[in-house]
């Protein structure tokens, strides 16, 4: 058994990889910018965790003290601008650091292409590939297409076009052949490195059974999900950058994390050789073919048991600043809107609206009003309110709801989201369950922190709509509480 470091643990492959490495039986050190984001996990107790950033080589050398296979899962997803020296410069930071520690492999999932030219984030996968080949360790570069798998933001693209679009104009992509692989299949992959023995340096392309167009996979989605059949009309004028404003308008995956995907459907990306199972054997039923792993993933989804998503991530460019929480805290302006209300219903039942507040359960206030104010925030490229959650019942620190994310949670007492939407400043909505001589009361506190002058503008311009909007939020979760608890008692 080897002692593991996973790198990208937050994210939607890394969160999984983690527990199947564990049931393999290896010790798992985790490496993260933000450790709290850990915290809630099922696996957290059983880990190891380093605090570090890949660019940081002394920080990074330390989380590779002893460390004998490293994972490196880090994408720059979503990014814009100088993603990809941002991406080059982590890669070789590690991959010294790697060198130092005496790591005897490194183990790296790219992407999958067929040459010729391509995207700059496509091309920046491949060069950090080229990086890891190329340092003082042996690495293993897995190259994959399409990952299917609850969650991911390749089957929630192609879920959300084919539910939403009986009728589809598309772009010339949908008829370009990929490999597409379930992601159970990847993660045999990966684990399996942590064991094979030889010393390998390469890349290896990785796929399903099935060779499809993007057309044949909404189809396929169709048929397994039990809808009529798509019409799929190709339209040749719809660059990347329009298709991917389309697919942020249809589906859930906003526009900046759309482009890569539809850039790296662009050229054709299939497996050119399987050389992979000369050491890591295809399993004794063959490798999961592509209806299977849709008929597991919407299983999982109609469950609530997906273990991570695509928005598990860090969003590129979201604000990571902690709530400020010194009274006397001297940064600058910070506005403040509190309210309470005292519920007629016990803290537990109070406390079980708020843990589900968000994605299908709504916000409890003006539901035109949200739904505007996430719109706007796609239209400025941001995540929007279709996020949803992961789980529609329970919430651990880090997950997404709609554009917040969970900054901190105390089971029963105190739920912080930190927005994640595109502001001219930092924004949290606090929402907790108080005490007041025996009677339950729900607290209520958002948080501004204003950048410049247009932050105060922000500010004071829709301080107006807060009545409104924060205004009705007790009332209504008062009353969802009331409702829950007379709905326990029957």
Same mark, same amino acid.
């Given at each position: 058994?080897?002692?593991?470091?996973?790198?990208?643990?937050?994210?939607?492959?890394?969160?999984?990889?983690?527990?199947?490495?564990?049931?393999?039986?290896?010790?798992?050190?985790?490496?993260?910018?933000?450790?709290?984001?850990?915290?809630?996990?099922?696996?957290?107790?059983?880990?190891? $965790?380093? +605090?570090?950033?890949?660019?940081?080589?002394?920080?990074? %050398?330390?989380?590779?003290?002893?460390?004998?296979?490293?994972? =490196?899962?880090?994408?720059?997803?979503?990014?814009?601008?100088?993603?990809?020296?941002?991406?080059?410069?982590?890669?070789?930071?590690?991959?010294?650091?790697?060198?130092?520690?005496?790591?005897?492999?490194?183990?790296?999932?790219?992407?999958?292409?067929?040459?010729?030219?391509? @995207?700059?984030?496509?091309?920046?996968?491949?060069?950090?590939?080229?990086?890891?080949?190329?340092?003082? $360790?042996?690495?293993?570069?897995?190259?994959?297409?399409?990952?299917?798998?609850?969650?991911?933001?390749?089957?929630?693209?192609?879920?959300? *076009?084919?539910?939403?679009?009986?009728?589809?104009?598309?772009?010339?992509?949908?008829?370009?052949?990929?490999?597409?692989?379930?992601?159970?299949?990847?993660?045999?992959? *990966?684990?399996?490195?942590?064991?094979?023995? +030889?010393?390998?340096?390469?890349?290896?392309?990785?796929?399903?059974?099935?060779?499809?167009?993007?057309?044949?996979?909404?189809?396929?989605?169709?048929?397994?999900?039990?809808?009529?059949?798509?019409?799929?009309?190709?339209?040749?004028? *719809?660059?990347?950058?329009?298709?991917?404003? #389309?697919?942020? /308008?249809?589906?859930? $995956?906003?526009?900046?994390?759309?482009?890569?995907?539809? +850039?790296? *459907?662009?050229?054709?990306?299939?497996?050119?050789?399987?050389?992979?199972?000369?050491?890591?054997?295809?399993?004794?039923?063959?490798?999961?073919?592509?209806?299977?792993?849709?008929?597991?993933?919407?299983?999982?989804?109609?469950?609530?048991?997906?273990?991570?998503?695509?928005? @598990?991530?860090?969003?590129?460019?979201?604000?990571?600043?902690?709530?400020?929480?010194?009274?006397?805290?001297? &940064?600058?302006?910070? =506005?403040?809107?509190?309210?309470?209300?005292?519920?007629?219903?016990?803290?537990?039942?109070?406390?079980?609206?708020?843990?589900?507040?968000?994605?299908?359960?709504?916000?409890? @206030?003006?539901?035109?009003?949200?739904?505007?104010?996430?719109?706007?925030?796609?239209?400025?490229?941001? $995540?929007?309110?279709?996020?949803?959650?992961?789980?529609?019942?329970?919430?651990?620190?880090?997950? @997404?709801?709609?554009? #917040?994310?969970?900054?901190?949670?105390?089971?029963?007492? %105190? /739920?912080?989201?930190?927005?994640?939407?595109?502001?001219? &400043?930092?924004?949290?909505?606090?929402?907790?369950?108080?005490?007041?001589?025996?009677?339950?009361?729900?607290?209520?506190?958002?948080?501004?922190?204003?950048?410049?002058?247009? &932050?105060?503008?922000? #500010? #004071?311009?829709?301080?107006?709509?807060?009545?409104?909007?924060?205004?009705?939020?007790?009332?209504?979760?008062?009353?969802?509480?009331?409702?829950?608890?007379?709905?326990?008692?029957?």
């Amino acid at each position: 058994m080897a002692r593991c470091l996973v790198t990208g643990a937050t994210g939607y492959i890394g969160g999984r990889l983690v527990p199947e490495l564990l049931t393999a039986g290896h010790e798992v050190r985790c490496m993260a910018r933000s450790p709290a984001r850990l915290r809630d996990l099922p696996w957290a107790g059983r880990v190891e $965790v380093a +605090e570090a950033d890949a660019t940081d080589a002394e920080a990074t %050398l330390r989380a590779l003290d002893g460390v004998e296979v490293a994972y =490196y899962l880090i994408h720059a997803m979503g990014a814009t601008g100088r993603f990809a020296e941002r991406d080059r410069l982590a890669a070789r930071t590690f991959a010294r650091a790697a060198e130092r520690a005496g790591v005897r492999r490194i183990v790296y999932l790219g992407g999958l292409t067929a040459g010729g030219e391509l @995207s700059p984030h496509m091309r920046s996968r491949a060069e950090v590939g080229e990086i890891f080949l190329s340092c003082g $360790v042996p690495a293993v570069v897995l190259r994959a297409a399409v990952i299917i798998g609850s969650g991911s933001a390749s089957f929630e693209m192609l879920r959300y *076009l084919t539910e939403r679009l009986p009728v589809m104009t598309t772009p010339r992509w949908v008829r370009t052949r990929t490999q597409p692989i379930a992601v159970r299949d990847v993660l045999r992959y *990966l684990v399996a490195w942590a064991d094979v023995p +030889e010393t390998v340096n390469r890349a290896f392309d990785v796929g399903g059974p099935d060779v499809l167009t993007y057309a044949d996979m909404m189809h396929g989605y169709a048929a397994v999900a039990g809808l009529p059949h798509r019409l799929i009309v190709p339209v040749p004028m *719809l660059t990347p950058r329009l298709s991917s404003l #389309w697919v942020g /308008l249809v589906t859930p $995956v906003p526009p900046g994390i759309a482009r890569p995907l539809v +850039e790296s *459907l662009r050229g054709e990306a299939v497996c050119r050789e399987h050389d992979v199972a000369r050491y890591v054997p295809d399993p004794p039923g063959g490798l999961t073919g592509f209806l299977d792993a849709l008929t597991l993933a919407l299983k999982k989804i109609k469950e609530a048991d997906v273990a991570t998503r695509w928005s @598990s991530a860090s969003t590129p460019g979201a604000p990571s600043d902690p709530l400020p929480t010194d009274p006397g805290w001297a &940064g600058g302006s910070l =506005y403040v809107d509190s309210r309470n209300k005292v519920v007629a219903a016990s803290p537990a039942a109070l406390w079980r609206v708020i843990e589900g507040i968000g994605g299908e359960n709504g916000w409890y @206030s003006l539901p035109g009003a949200w739904w505007l104010r996430g719109l706007v925030d796609r239209l400025v490229g941001g $995540v929007g309110l279709r996020r949803g959650r992961r789980d529609p019942r329970r919430l651990r620190v880090g997950d @997404s709801i709609d554009f #917040w994310r969970v900054e901190e949670l105390l089971p029963g007492r %105190l /739920l912080r989201l930190r927005a994640e939407m595109r502001l001219p &400043g930092l924004a949290w909505l606090e929402l907790g369950v108080g005490d007041d001589r025996g009677r339950t009361v729900y607290t209520q506190r958002a948080v501004f922190h204003p950048r410049g002058l247009l &932050g105060q503008l922000y #500010w #004071w311009s829709i301080s107006p709509f807060h009545g409104l909007i924060f205004g009705r939020m007790p009332v209504n979760v008062a009353a969802a509480a009331a409702r829950e608890e007379a709905a326990e008692r029957t």
